[in-house]
Nanobody, 122 residues
Framework: VQLQASGGGLVQPGGSLRLSCAASGNIFSINVMGWYRQAPGKQRELVAIISSGGSTNYADSVKGRFTVSRDNAKNTVYLQMNSLKPEDTAVYYC?????????????????WGQGTQVTVSS
């Protein structure tokens, strides 16, 4: 299963960006989709995740500013980022886990997107 992310870029502090990530391939079902980020010199960290039923979980640093959503029919997850701060600058990666179709049934998968750069700077 492949993930294709888009929507990153350069934005001024206080601005907004919307990231998208579409899953494709032999998808049987997707459980959790979400976003992680990695800033230079730091470890990759969770930003926000959403279950197939719509339950969400956010990093404390983005609560109230970021909103994760998904379109199950399109196998796509979104991240609406508002009130962006310089410390939000990072490469953002989408992630998904679930089951892929396989001969005679299905197998679990976990996939990462290629990463999209978000830079918040004046």
């Amino acid at each position: 299963v492949q993930l294709q992310a888009s929507g990153g870029g350069l934005v001024q502090p206080g601005g907004s960006l919307r990231l998208s990530c579409a899953a494709s391939g032999n998808i049987f079902s997707i459980n959790v989709m979400g976003w992680y980020r990695q800033a230079p010199g730091k470890q990759r960290e969770l930003v926000a995740i959403i279950s197939s039923g719509g339950s969400t979980n956010y990093a404390d640093s983005v609560k109230g500013r970021f909103t994760v959503s998904r379109d199950n029919a399109k196998n796509t997850v979104y991240l609406q980022m508002n009130s962006l701060k310089p410390e939000d600058t990072a490469v953002y990666y989408c992630n998904a886990d679930g089951r892929r179709t396989y001969i005679g049934g299905s197998r679990p998968f976990q996939s990462w997107g290629q990463g999209t750069q978000v830079t918040v700077s004046s």
